[in-house]
């Protein structure tokens, strides 16, 4: 499968929820880095220029949420697929800062590896 092999960060302040959907993106073959903030993810991109998917929440304490994370993505690591959670706010993908997808919490691994798998064959 294209996604075999494919390094995702995912971006997540509490540490059971980023603990939880990052192993079941391992457990579908993705490589996985964690970060618990903005700040983290940054250099984390920076260091590994093979990230192709981040999934970030938007709550996040630290210098930037989850939509700006997004937004310096954007411009800094164009090939980067996003997706977007939130617990607390309801958005649409048409209404994101970004081109990428919303899922609201608590989300369905399925559905979120199934938009990871469609967004990286578009890619």
């Not at 192709?52 to 411009?75: N, Q, Y």
């Not at 939130?86 to 590896?113: M, N, Q, V, W």
């Amino acid at each position: 499968m294209a996604q075999k092999g494919t390094t995702v960060i995912v971006v997540e302040d509490e540490t059971l929820v980023r603990m939880d959907i990052a192993m079941s993106l391992q457990d579908e073959g993705f490589i996985v880095l964690e970060a618990s903030n903005a700040d983290e993810a940054i250099g984390l991109l920076d260091a590994h220029p093979e990230i192709r998917l981040m999934f970030t929440d938007i709550d996040m304490p630290g210098s930037m949420d989850g939509l700006k994370l997004a937004e310096a993505v954007r411009d800094r690591w164009p090939p980067v697929k996003i997706i977007i959670a939130s617990g607390h706010c309801r958005l649409t993908d048409e209404l994101l800062p970004i081109e990428g997808k919303f899922f609201s919490k608590p989300y369905d691994h399925a559905r979120i590896i199934s938009a990871m798998r469609e967004m990286l064959v578009a890619s």
